[in-house]
């Protein structure tokens, strides 16, 4: 367990929950490294095939630590951006998916947080928003970018540009969030998700946020062409002759990640 990000293991999925709770899970650098350390564990587990990020209390994580940023020039400014974005980079580039479970506030760095993940889960009591303008800064973590992608470049516009907080409702209408749930089944619900994924082929599940990720934004035919060479890759491995032979067996899958 590291200071502020409690890490648990059930199975095949991990937990990583920020644990400042006293200041909503504000992101500040000490948050961001050991979030870091805590990504970096995870990651070296070779059994495990999902994750879950969450908060502590009432917030998921309500920003980055406006206390500690009031103090920062310009290449202080400039160097906690750098840092919020290798975090949330290496969240990205985990093998394996990660949910963000938004159990409350997630504005700011924690609203960029979350999009990072894979996809979120909200908590009807979740709040969402980058009020950043509002402070006379931008988003720095990321947010100008990935919630454009999230949601489209129009809404983005209106959220970043406003700064105004949205619900749990109407995050899941826009697309920001892709199910809501009663407070007290969010993180089971999650969990449930999780456990699904991980009875999944592990280097189908891999390949498939790989390509994702890089053919978002590339033409379609070269993403395309990424597919064709991903697709018959996996005709090489024993997950593909395990996942079908089990198919034509009717029986479950017993996949080894290889």
């Not at 454009?148 to 540009?161: K, N, Q, S, T």
């Amino acid at each position: 367990m590291t200071s502020f990000v409690e890490i648990t293991q059930d199975g095949l999925v991990s937990t990583l929950t920020l644990n400042r709770p006293d200041k909503l899970n504000a992101l500040s650098t000490e948050v961001l490294n050991d979030l870091r350390s805590a990504i970096t564990m995870i990651g070296a587990k070779e059994e495990l095939r999902a994750a879950i990020i969450t908060g502590a209390g009432k917030a998921f994580a309500a920003g980055a630590d406006i206390a500690a940023m009031t103090e920062m020039n310009e290449w202080e400014g400039r160097d906690f951006g750098a840092l919020g974005h290798s975090v949330f980079a290496s969240i990205e580039k985990l093998r394996f998916p990660v949910i963000a479970a938004v159990n409350g506030f997630a504005l700011g760095g924690g609203c960029e947080l979350a999009l990072a993940c894979d996809f979120i889960y909200a908590s009807s009591k979740a709040k969402f928003g980058q009020p950043e303008v509002g402070l006379g800064i931008i988003p720095g973590f990321g947010g100008t970018q990935r919630l454009p992608r999230r949601v489209g470049p129009a809404m983005a516009r209106e959220l970043i540009y406003t700064g105004r907080m949205i619900g749990a409702d109407e995050a899941l209408r826009i697309g920001l969030a892709n199910a809501v749930f009663a407070p007290e089944e969010l993180l089971a619900s999650a969990q449930k998700a999780a456990a699904h994924i991980a009875t999944q082929g592990p280097l189908a599940i891999a390949t498939a946020k790989r390509l994702i990720a890089r053919g978002i934004e590339k033409p379609l035919l070269e993403a395309n062409a990424l597919e064709q060479d991903a697709f018959a890759a996996c005709f090489g491995t024993e997950d593909q002759a395990e996942g079908m032979t089990a198919f034509l067996e009717k029986r479950d899958a017993v996949f080894k990640g290889r």
